[in-house]
């Protein structure tokens, strides 16, 4: 995808939750040639509106005109207007400054999966996961999960390097926290088991804290 963001804290920032996430992104931080934007054959444009050189509204304009290319505008302008207008230019969402990276993130997902354009699969060292046609693998190996394994495994991968609480993974795994925490650990050892069945120790327990997935 292409991210157009002039503040440099914001724009690092965003690029960095989004490969983080598995989504390569080009960034620019002014108004750029629409041919160099569509070279790097995006999925997704997300845009500030207020750039030093030009408008992220006219910058849409050239972009939709070339191609049907799916578009997130970023800015600080909220009036009700600069959302119409936003939203007539064909935009899929509008986020306003200032924004949560989650939140952002969630929206991408979103648009690019509505807008079919979400990569099926994510990697995390040997570790292929698949959500959409329901498949993982290590190493080569297909892995024999349980639907919720596979989900637990998917956002362990998107949060790799990171340590994850039991209710972080409650609610961003099951959807909310009201489980016994005890199903976390359960889940968790069978996935463990399952993984280590294919190579060494990636999915550690960081004691009194959660887990971390460290691929090799």
């Given at each position: 995808?292409?991210?157009?963001?002039?503040?440099?804290?914001?724009?690092?920032?965003?690029?960095?939750?989004?490969?983080?996430?598995?989504?390569?992104?080009?960034?620019?931080?002014?108004?750029?040639?629409?041919?160099?934007?569509?070279?790097?054959?995006?999925?997704?444009?997300?845009?500030?509106?207020?750039?030093?050189?030009?408008?992220?509204?006219?910058?849409?304009?050239e972009l939709r005109a070339a191609r049907d290319l799916p578009?997130?505008?970023?800015?600080?302008?909220?009036?009700?207007?600069?959302?119409?207008?936003?939203f007539e230019l064909g935009a899929d969402d509008y986020l306003?400054?200032?924004?949560?990276?989650?939140?952002?993130?969630?929206?991408?997902?979103?648009?690019?999966?509505?807008?079919?354009?979400?990569?099926?699969?994510?990697?995390?060292?040997?570790?292929?996961?698949?959500?959409?046609?329901?498949?993982?693998?290590?190493?080569?190996?297909?892995?024999?999960?349980?639907?919720?394994?596979?989900?637990?495994?998917?956002?362990?991968?998107?949060?790799?390097?990171?340590?994850?609480?039991?209710?972080?993974?409650?609610?961003?795994?099951?959807?909310?926290?009201?489980?016994?925490?005890?199903?976390?650990?359960?889940?968790?050892?069978?996935?463990?088991?399952?993984?280590?069945?294919?190579?060494?120790?990636?999915?550690?327990?960081?004691?009194?804290?959660?887990?971390?997935?460290?691929?090799?």
């Amino acid at each position: 995808m292409v991210l157009v963001e002039d503040e440099e804290p914001v724009r690092h920032a965003v690029e960095r939750a989004l490969r983080h996430e598995g989504i390569a992104v080009t960034g620019f931080s002014d108004y750029p040639d629409p041919d160099l934007v569509l070279a790097a054959a995006p999925d997704l444009a997300v845009l500030d509106v207020l750039l030093p050189s030009g408008d992220g509204f006219e910058l849409a304009r050239e972009l939709r005109a070339a191609r049907d290319l799916p578009i997130v505008f970023l800015t600080a302008r909220d009036a009700v207007e600069d959302r119409l207008d936003g939203f007539e230019l064909g935009a899929d969402d509008y986020l306003v400054k200032p924004f949560a990276l989650e939140e952002l993130l969630a929206r991408v997902r979103a648009v690019l999966r509505r807008t079919g354009r979400l990569g099926a699969a994510i990697e995390a060292g040997d570790v292929v996961v698949d959500e959409q046609a329901g498949l993982a693998t290590r190493a080569g190996s297909p892995l024999e999960l349980t639907p919720t394994e596979l989900r637990l495994l998917a956002y362990l991968v998107r949060q790799r390097g990171l340590v994850l609480s039991k209710h972080q993974l409650l609610t961003q795994v099951w959807g909310y926290d009201a489980y016994d925490p005890n199903v976390v650990e359960v889940h968790v050892s069978a996935l463990r088991r399952k993984l280590e069945a294919h190579g060494l120790r990636i999915l550690h327990t960081v004691r009194g804290l959660g887990y971390r997935l460290d691929p090799r």
